[in-house]
């Protein structure tokens, strides 16, 4: 079975989406999520110009030696940009070789190691009211997990808090807040440590006291606490019971999590811009995380997220994929079936994609008590409509950027 077209399909319906498109000789098509969320156009012609030249003509059947061809043949290894194209390629494969087969992807990982996948919600809001309400109707969605964001009394706009952005997001109505605004300028958007630090752990008192000791809670830290704050947050936060904090320090520093962890039990989870298994390997090694963030889409496709997923599981480390409405459905797809077939699976992030974005790709997931599955069509289960993602051409949109009181930049 041979690759004999190669496309890459930009469509912006509600955001924009990269989407490789690979037709086989015997007319089968594969699709892989190619999106870099700020950078779409980066991955764009790292594709048409560099990788469709030399898949067409390739066996469609050859995953592994297809994603080790790119990976190492391109000499210049890892980065957001090689391994999100790596990633579409990788993803088409395997849509192929599971349509090929007549099956869904996950009978060919393993087959299903449970019934669904739990997920979470992003509940958030400016203060407690608003909060409770959004927590309220994340539970009556069915959601059986949710993470809690909320604003910080003296702080404008900041990260994960949906009213704002649906005030600055056009009127179109979406789920949830959509950071990736779009313009030809990023928005600026502030922030304060001591202040958010201040306010955090009264806003979980108050959602235990409210919704109970049962309901898995999560929190987004993003990046933009020190390792001392991080830890102090880590402490404070012990009588929530938290599921995890995410992103409590940048990533790029990885001995800051050693100091988190001796001061906390609070369970970490780390990773969402990563690339590779490198970037996990010391934290899994010296289990510094309780839960890998990586996406199928940012990580370089299945092959090496599932390899990363074996390696973890030595540790009881798990699974907590990357699932913002950034990630494509087609992205998507692909993780629910790796989360569905690998053992050491933790719980999947669901933002709903937007009306339009379901138009443009048609996807046979099932989201049910809590729980997504993604289906029994053969291969991802997502067909992309041409026709519809040619009425969306790209905008450009940028992610927001913070700068502290006094004008310094700061981690968004
Ligand atoms: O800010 O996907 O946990 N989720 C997140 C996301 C990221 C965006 C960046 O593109 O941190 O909301
Ligand atoms: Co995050």
């Not at 999106?35 to 592994?64: M, S």
């Not at 001796?262 to 970490?268: A, E, I, K």
């Not at 051409?393 to 502290?404: G, I, K, W």
């Amino acid at each position: 079975m041979i690759i004999e077209r190669a496309e890459v399909v930009v469509t912006s319906p509600s955001r924009n989406f990269v989407t490789l498109r690979l037709v086989t000789d015997d007319g089968i098509v594969g699709l892989g999520d190619a999106t870099l969320n700020g950078r779409e156009l980066a991955v764009v012609a790292y594709l048409r110009d560099h990788v469709v030249p030399l898949l067409r003509g390739r066996d469609a059947h050859r995953i592994e030696d297809t994603w080790q061809f790119l990976y190492r043949g391109g000499y210049w290894r890892r980065g957001p940009v090689t391994m999100a194209a790596i990633a579409a390629v990788d993803m088409a494969l395997w849509d192929i070789k599971a349509r090929a087969a007549g099956m869904p992807l996950y009978q060919l990982l393993g087959g299903a190691s449970r019934e669904g996948l739990l997920a979470y919600g992003h509940a958030s809001g400016s203060d407690l009211s608003e909060l409770f309400d959004s927590v309220r109707a994340h539970l009556e969605q069915g959601f059986r997990a949710i993470r809690v964001q909320t604003g910080v009394p003296g702080l404008n706009a900041i990260y994960g808090i949906a009213s704002q952005a649906a005030a600055a997001g056009g009127g179109e109505e979406r789920y949830d807040h959509e950071p990736a605004r779009r313009g030809a300028l990023p928005m600026q958007e502030d922030w304060d440590t001591r202040a958010y630090l201040r306010h955090l752990p009264g806003v979980f008192e108050a959602v235990r006291n409210e919704f109970g000791p049962e309901l898995p809670l999560l929190h987004d830290g993003h990046h933009r606490m020190t390792p001392l704050q991080a830890a102090k947050l880590g402490k404070e936060l012990e009588p929530y019971d938290l599921f995890w904090l995410e992103d409590c320090t940048p990533a790029e520093n990885q001995e800051a999590l050693r100091l988190v962890r001796r001061h906390t039990t609070t369970p970490l989870a780390i990773g969402e811009v990563f690339n590779t298994v490198w970037d996990f390997k010391d934290l899994i090694r010296e289990q510094l995380i309780d839960y890998v963030r990586g996406a199928v889409t940012h990580m370089g496709g299945i092959t090496p997220l599932k390899k990363t997923m074996e390696y973890a599981a030595l540790y009881q480390i798990r699974s907590g994929f990357h699932g913002p409405t950034d990630i494509s459905p087609v992205g998507m797809a692909a993780q629910m079936h790796l989360g569905l077939a690998i053992h050491n699976f933790g719980i999947q992030e669901y933002m709903k994609h937007s009306a339009r974005t379901d138009e443009v790709f048609r996807q046979s997931f099932r989201w049910r008590d809590g729980l997504l599955h993604p289906g029994d069509e053969p291969g991802l289960g997502v067909e992309l409509d041409l026709d519809e993602a040619g009425r969306y051409p790209y905008e450009q949109a940028y992610l927001p950027f913070n700068r502290l009181a006094d004008g310094t930049v700061h981690d968004w």
